[in-house]
């Protein structure tokens, strides 16, 4: 196969309305940069020819950025990537933060990014090449036409991609080493459907959204209104906590509220933390959420909005920015503003029970397959098993269980059987003991332990896969998928807790990231996606294609998830046609 390295200098870093400076062409050792101080509408035809062609792979470093940049101010879609900077996280094996930790030093930091950073600047002296003087790259930013490029201007776009076919070369060596090489192509796969879900961008009812902010603003007042008026300022965590240490309530930090409800049932504090969620929800997700650092407007002239997005995190999933719709409340009003086209509906898949069915496959826990292949509830399951006095004594006429029932006693509520049961279910995942379990439910240690002990004897294939995967980290550093792409993740220099309670998790967590990533690179084109949230996965289609879609949607998913299990339909989706984003 060709190879042939891309790289554009642009006016900024949105892709609407967008200027390219130059584009530079690297294949083996010839480089050749197009330039014209104007701004480049169209390329060459053998250039375009190369873009296009399905069967040349384009190397470039960071294709989030160049091919729907491209795209969309020239009309040329690039096919078949090679992205240099996820394939070195891959090799990597880990994410590097963008900003310095509070705990280290500049020295230690700078240390780090050398090391283990998939940017370009580091990437080049990994592997033996000269670091490029990125300071010419401001010269490009906001750049006035009509002013002619230096000689230094041009070769630093030559120097740009004159490495690239080398690096891909060391690249694909290490990769096919270290087993890594089947991850960094679903990675280049699915960065062409990112690449695509930026050009299309994802609708926004501005004016919905705003209204939804206000209406929480008001609400919250309303709830601070009714706390009691002896707490002067009620965001204020000092007077807060002095409050509630008045009347027995013990705090000692704001973000564990939540948990210290459960054990003392506080109906001030109740509503203390409704206000304080209602807050959040009308300032993070209010008009500031619609504006981009500089003051731009987060939503494009065509009524979209396109996230920067960050393809790879240590879990394998995604994160994103400007604006950050992954951080989105999942049960919060604002989704309903996330809207399709005119004449187009959303199409939502969601692999809810992601994460338990592959820990059941992962670790043979056959009653757990089992009962999923039925299609019953886990978390029912094991609550009729460990809290059966409890459970039978909330059992009405009609009771289906262990399938989700409507019996009001078996509902996922705090302080019942099933609610229980599902934090023990999702927790062992996490590294939770009794402790945990404890500050969960409010229940006193003794019986945190008994219940925890319990637990695990019902479960006993589970809990020795997560111990086995938790000493096998500590002792390796390293950890890996819990499916067919093995994918790897470097946990060198972390405390030995973390290291056990990521070994426990990353398998699991990883698997959903595979599985999510596979289904979306196996979409066909008539059925678009618009955004992976978590673990569902949102297309855009025309009204009329909608039953079809959700056909093709179901086959996909599941598909996807038998191959990442091994198991075919221990996994089930049922898409949903929706007018907009809310949850249901």
Same mark, same amino acid.
């Given at each position: 196969?060709?190879?042939?390295?891309? *790289?554009?200098?642009?006016?900024?870093?949105?892709?609407v309305?967008?200027?390219?400076?130059?584009?530079?062409?690297?294949?083996?050792?010839?480089?050749?940069?197009?330039?014209?101080?104007?701004?480049?509408?169209?390329?060459?035809?053998?250039?375009v020819?190369i873009?296009?062609?399905?069967?040349?792979?384009?190397?470039?470093?960071?294709?989030?950025?160049?091919?729907?940049y491209?795209e969309?101010?020239?009309?040329i879609?690039?096919?078949?990537?090679?992205?240099?900077?996820?394939?070195?996280?891959?090799?990597?094996?880990?994410?590097?933060?963008?900003?310095?930790?509070?705990a280290?030093?500049?020295k230690?930091?700078?240390a780090?990014?050398?090391?283990?950073?998939?940017?370009?600047?580091y990437?080049?002296?990994r592997y033996?090449?000269?670091?490029?003087?990125? =300071?010419?790259?401001?010269?490009? +930013?906001?750049?006035?036409?009509g002013?002619?490029?230096?000689?230094?201007?041009? =070769?630093?776009?030559?120097d *740009?991609?004159?490495d690239?076919?080398?690096?891909?070369?060391?690249?694909?060596?290490?990769?096919?080493?270290?087993?890594?090489?089947?991850?960094?192509?679903?990675?280049?796969?699915?960065?062409?459907?990112?690449?695509?879900?930026?050009?299309?961008g994802?609708?926004?009812?501005?004016?919905l959204?705003?209204?939804?902010? *206000?209406?929480?603003?008001?609400?919250y007042?309303?709830?601070?209104?009714?706390?009691?008026?002896?707490?002067?300022?009620?965001?204020?965590?000092?007077q807060?906590?002095?409050?509630f240490?008045?009347?027995?309530?013990?705090?000692?930090?704001?973000?564990?509220?939540?948990?210290?409800? %459960?054990?003392v049932?506080?109906?001030?504090?109740?509503?203390? +933390?409704?206000?304080?969620?209602?807050?959040s929800d009308?300032?993070?997700?209010?008009?500031?959420?619609?504006?981009?650092?500089?003051?731009?407007?987060?939503?494009?002239? *065509?009524?979209?909005?396109?996230?920067?997005?960050?393809?790879?995190?240590?879990?394998?999933?995604?994160a994103?920015?400007?604006?950050?719709?992954?951080?989105?409340?999942?049960?919060?009003?604002?989704?309903?503003?996330?809207?399709?086209?005119?004449?187009?509906?959303?199409?939502i898949g969601?692999? =809810?029970?992601?994460?338990?069915?592959i820990?059941?496959?992962?670790?043979?826990?056959?009653?757990?397959?089992?009962?999923l292949?039925?299609g019953?509830?886990?978390?029912s399951? +094991?609550?009729?098993?460990?809290?059966q006095a409890?459970?039978? %004594?909330?059992?009405e006429?009609?009771?289906?269980?262990?399938?989700?029932?409507?019996?009001?006693?078996h509902?996922?509520?705090?302080?019942?059987?099933?609610?229980?049961?599902?934090k023990?279910?999702?927790?062992?995942?996490?590294?939770?003991?009794?402790?945990?379990?404890?500050q +969960?439910?409010?229940?006193?240690?003794?019986?945190?332990?008994?219940?925890?002990?319990?637990?695990k004897?019902?479960?006993?294939?589970?809990?020795?896969?997560?111990?086995?995967?938790?000493?096998? %980290?500590?002792?390796?550093?390293?950890?890996?998928?819990?499916?067919?792409y093995?994918?790897?993740?470097?946990?060198?220099?972390?405390?030995?807790w973390?290291?056990?309670?990521?070994?426990?998790?990353?398998?699991?967590?990883?698997?959903?990231?595979?599985?999510?990533?596979?289904?979306?690179?196996?979409?066909?084109?008539?059925?678009?996606?618009?955004?992976?949230?978590?673990?569902?996965?949102?297309?855009?289609?025309?009204?009329?294609?909608?039953?079809?879609?959700?056909?093709?949607?179901?086959?996909?998913?599941e598909?996807?998830?038998?191959?990442?299990?091994?198991?075919?339909?221990?996994?089930?989706?049922?898409?949903?046609?929706?007018?907009?984003?809310?949850?249901?």
């Amino acid at each position: 196969m060709r190879f042939v390295g891309v *790289d554009i200098e642009s006016v900024g870093l949105h892709p609407v309305n967008g200027i390219i400076w130059m584009l530079s062409i690297t294949e083996g050792k010839r480089t050749k940069v197009y330039h014209d101080c104007n701004g480049m509408k169209k390329f060459p035809a053998d250039v375009v020819k190369i873009l296009e062609d399905p069967t040349i792979c384009k190397i470039i470093h960071s294709s989030e950025f160049d091919a729907p940049y491209i795209e969309m101010n020239t009309g040329i879609r690039m096919r078949n990537f090679w992205d240099s900077k996820l394939c070195e996280t891959v090799i990597q094996g880990t994410q590097i933060p963008r900003n310095k930790p509070t705990a280290m030093s500049e020295k230690q930091f700078e240390a780090l990014l050398q090391r283990h950073s998939a940017q370009l600047q580091y990437v080049l002296i990994r592997y033996g090449f000269k670091q490029p003087n990125k =300071s010419v790259r401001q010269n490009f +930013i906001d750049r006035p036409k009509g002013i002619k490029f230096t000689k230094e201007e041009i =070769s630093y776009a030559g120097d *740009d991609t004159k490495d690239l076919p080398a690096i891909q070369q060391a690249q694909e060596y290490l990769l096919t080493r270290d087993k890594q090489l089947e991850v960094a192509l679903l990675e280049n796969k699915v960065a062409e459907v990112v690449a695509q879900m930026k050009v299309r961008g994802l609708g926004i009812d501005r004016k919905l959204w705003l209204e939804i902010a *206000d209406q929480n603003l008001q609400k919250y007042k309303r709830l601070i209104a009714q706390l009691p008026k002896e707490v002067n300022n009620w965001n204020s965590p000092k007077q807060v906590k002095e409050f509630f240490r008045n009347r027995g309530v013990l705090i000692e930090s704001l973000t564990d509220i939540e948990n210290i409800q %459960a054990k003392v049932n506080d109906k001030i504090l109740a509503k203390f +933390i409704e206000a304080r969620n209602m807050y959040s929800d009308a300032t993070a997700y209010g008009e500031t959420w619609l504006q981009r650092a500089d003051g731009s407007s987060t939503i494009d002239p *065509d009524g979209r909005i396109r996230c920067s997005w960050q393809q790879i995190i240590n879990t394998g999933r995604f994160a994103t920015s400007n604006p950050n719709i992954l951080a989105l409340p999942k049960d919060g009003n604002q989704r309903s503003a996330i809207v399709p086209r005119r004449g187009c509906v959303f199409v939502i898949g969601d692999y =809810s029970g992601q994460e338990i069915g592959i820990m059941a496959v992962a670790s043979g826990e056959e009653q757990w397959v089992n009962a999923l292949m039925r299609g019953e509830s886990v978390h029912s399951l +094991i609550a009729m098993r460990l809290f059966q006095a409890e459970w039978d %004594a909330g059992t009405e006429k009609g009771c289906i269980a262990p399938f989700k029932c409507k019996c009001k006693a078996h509902q996922d509520m705090p302080g019942l059987p099933y609610y229980k049961s599902k934090k023990l279910n999702f927790m062992l995942a996490y590294g939770g003991g009794p402790g945990k379990f404890a500050q +969960i439910t409010g229940c006193d240690m003794l019986t945190a332990k008994v219940t925890v002990a319990k637990y695990k004897k019902l479960i006993p294939n589970l809990n020795k896969w997560l111990e086995k995967n938790a000493q096998e %980290a500590l002792h390796t550093g390293v950890t890996y998928s819990a499916d067919p792409y093995h994918r790897r993740m470097v946990l060198k220099g972390q405390e030995d807790w973390m290291i056990e309670n990521q070994g426990k998790n990353y398998p699991v967590q990883g698997a959903g990231a595979n599985m999510l990533k596979l289904a979306m690179i196996s979409q066909p084109e008539s059925v678009p996606v618009v955004l992976p949230f978590h673990d569902e996965l949102v297309t855009e289609v025309p009204k009329a294609y909608a039953n079809k879609a959700v056909k093709i949607m179901k086959s996909i998913m599941e598909q996807s998830a038998d191959y990442i299990t091994g198991v075919k339909g221990v996994i089930k989706v049922n898409p949903r046609v929706a007018i907009n984003f809310a949850k249901q």
